[in-house]
């Protein structure tokens, strides 16, 4: 394949990938739930230390790329 259709190919994914995240963000507020804030993400407030650990957040990313790639995978054979 021509080495310039292949960048240009490269560039548009990312350039898609990049409108999506920023929808994400522009719109986040207004989605019914909330990453980073979703049941099951752990929060021990102390008398002066707060630990935040996002595990429902985390697998849910996951899932969501895992989806995402395997759904590039098909479409690039």
Known sequence: MDPTRELGRTLLIL???LLVVGAVFFF???LPFRLGRL???IV????HTTFYFPIMTS???S???SLLFW????LRR
């Not at 021990?44 to 008398?47: C, P």
């Not at 759904?71 to 098909?74: A, D, I, V």
Request: charged share 20%; proline share 4%; hydrophobic share 45%.
């Open 71 to 74: 759904l590039l995978s098909r």
């Open 59 to 61: 697998i849910v990313l």
């Open 39 to 41: 049941p099951g993400d």
């Open 15 to 17: 350039g898609a990938l």
């Open 28 to 30: 986040g507020a207004r």
């Open 63 to 65: 899932v969501g790329l």
């Open 44 to 47: 021990h407030r102390g008398e």
